[in-house]
């Protein structure tokens, strides 16, 4: 099949075998993929990139995810936790920075219960004209629902791989299926909901195939997948990246393909693996960048894996930079909250 007429049918009609046919088409097509692509987000989201300033709240964590250089048994972390005056602070100044989302992110800190996590979401609510969206990990049903409650708007938690195997074997401790049941309650909570995986996490394109199409069958608002980087702090530190750098970036132009609707971040983590890597990305699939508003003093301190960029920039800096660096591209920068547009795309 000629490429254009099978990106049209991953497009229209996505199954793994088309997914897996695209992911392994030679690098001399790579430009053409990417085009539709970028074809395809800008059809459907005008070609506005919405900028959402993440706040890193705490990074204890009481897991011990075998690539997370935040894990419990992680040496060498300096642990800090922002106080929940701190938070909304922070979440405060975001908006006047021009932040019209705020997301607030942690290691599974049983310190913020969801009622600690509800009592943050509403005092922001209260000083700030934001959208909140939370990544701390798994609660319940009930819990999903009084952050709702809250006026949490959306939530991110990324299932990692959807090996089962694989996930027992990197998350000690944490079952696959409560990841699931997690992001099956976030849903019925009626929070927006964002998940996601690790590229490279499995070695083989068939498992990478299955990844993307759980992404697909989750029916997700957001999508946000980044390759893993080694952190020297685990025991992954010698892991190596099992595929051509292209996969990685094909992997998010697959997934705008087969999910248009999707708010999809160029995340950080692409920078850590490729020079210009979140540039490549929003080129190709995002439309969501997510800047760091942690204050600088904290932020230094949350390594999930070593960054290579931004970690000593403050964050007005950041701001005005990313907000440079997607008109320099083209792009329109997001004035809204930029809610989910799934529900409206389903019904035009
Ligand atoms: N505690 C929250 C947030 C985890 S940190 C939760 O459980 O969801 C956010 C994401 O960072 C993780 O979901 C993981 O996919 C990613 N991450 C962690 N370590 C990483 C690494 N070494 N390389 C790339 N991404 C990593």
Not at 81 to 102: C, F, H, P, Q
Not at 132 to 144: F, H, I, K, Q, W
Not at 217 to 224: K, T
Not at 298 to 304: A, P, T, V
């Amino acid at each position: 099949m000629k490429t254009q007429s099978l990106l049209m049918e991953l497009y229209k009609n996505p199954t793994a075998e088309l997914v897996y046919s695209v992911l392994t088409l030679d690098e001399r097509f790579s430009d053409e993929i990417h085009e539709f692509s970028a074809n395809v987000r800008n059809k459907v989201h005008d070609r506005v990139i919405h900028l959402r300033g993440i706040i890193e709240i705490s990074n204890y964590c009481i897991h011990n995810c075998s690539y997370c250089g935040i894990g419990r048994e992680c040496s060498g972390v300096n642990r800090y936790r922002m106080s929940e005056g701190e938070i909304i602070e922070n979440a405060v100044y975001a908006n006047a920075l021009g932040y019209k989302t705020v997301v607030l992110q942690s290691g599974e800190d049983s310190y913020f219960s969801a009622e600690t996590l509800g009592r943050i979401v509403q005092n922001i609510k209260k000083k700030a004209d934001v959208a909140v969206t939370l990544s701390c990990g798994e609660y319940s049903l009930d819990e999903y629902r009084f952050l709702h409650q809250s006026g949490c708007d959306r939530y991110l938690l990324r299932f990692e791989t959807s090996s089962e195997e694989i996930y027992s074997k990197m998350h000690e401790g944490q079952k696959f299926q409560e990841r699931i049941q997690s992001l099956h309650s976030i849903y019925e909570s009626g929070i927006q909901t964002g998940s996601g995986f690790l590229i490279g996490i499995t070695p083989d394109l068939v498992s990478l195939t299955d990844d993307i199409m759980l992404c697909r069958s989750l029916d997700l608002d957001m999508i946000g997948c980044g390759p893993l980087i080694a952190d020297p702090a685990t025991s992954m530190k010698d892991f190596i990246f099992p595929f051509e750098k292209e996969i990685a970036f094909r992997t998010m132009a697959i997934m705008r393909i087969i999910c248009p609707w999707a708010h999809i971040p160029a995340t950080t983590a692409f920078d850590a693996f490729s020079p210009q890597g979140r540039v490549k990305v929003l080129d190709s699939a995002a439309n969501v960048f997510m800047p760091n508003v942690t204050p600088l003093k904290f932020k230094l301190n949350y390594n999930l894996y070593p960054k290579k960029t931004s970690v000593d920039e403050s964050a007005e800096l950041s701001f005005e930079s990313s907000k440079k660096l997607i008109e320099s591209r083209g792009f329109i920068t997001g004035q809204g909250y930029g809610h989910s547009i799934r529900k409206g795309y389903f019904q035009s």
